[in-house]
Nanobody
Framework: QVQLVESGGGSVQPGGSLRLSCAAS????????MDWYRQAPGKQRELVAR???????NYKDSVAGRFTISRDNAKNTVYLQMSTLKPEDTAVYYC????????WGQGTQVTVTS
């Protein structure tokens, strides 16, 4: 079955950086578009970044230039490098394929606070 395991979150000060990882299994990873989402308290889950099977990327406007999505098909892992973090980036971050499966992982908490 599909399993998505996110890791790498933490608490950082504004301007800091984090690198998130998502290990995927049960999907044809190398041929799948992969997405990173986030959900802040009291808000709907939103798409943050997308990477196609051949490495093309797309970003939510508010994170473009600060976040970088990448993938390692040999490891079935997708990454999200986050830099110049802002308090409004605070959320639980999730990955999923596109189209999304119902098998969401537990997510990884990112907290940006001074």
């Amino acid at each position: 079955q599909v399993q998505l395991v996110e890791s790498g979150g933490g608490s950082v000060q504004p301007g800091g950086s984090l690198r998130l990882s998502c290990a995927a299994s049960g999907i044809d990873f190398s041929n799948r578009v992969m997405d990173w989402y986030r959900q802040a308290p009291g808000k709907q889950r939103e798409l943050v970044a997308r990477i196609t099977s051949d490495g093309r990327t797309n970003y939510k406007d508010s994170v473009a230039g600060r976040f970088t999505i990448s993938r390692d098909n040999a490891k079935n892992t997708v990454y999200l490098q986050m830099s110049t973090l802002k308090p409004e980036d605070t959320a639980v971050y999730y990955c999923n394929r596109f189209p999304a499966t119902g098998a969401w992982g537990q997510g990884t908490q990112v907290t940006v606070t001074s």
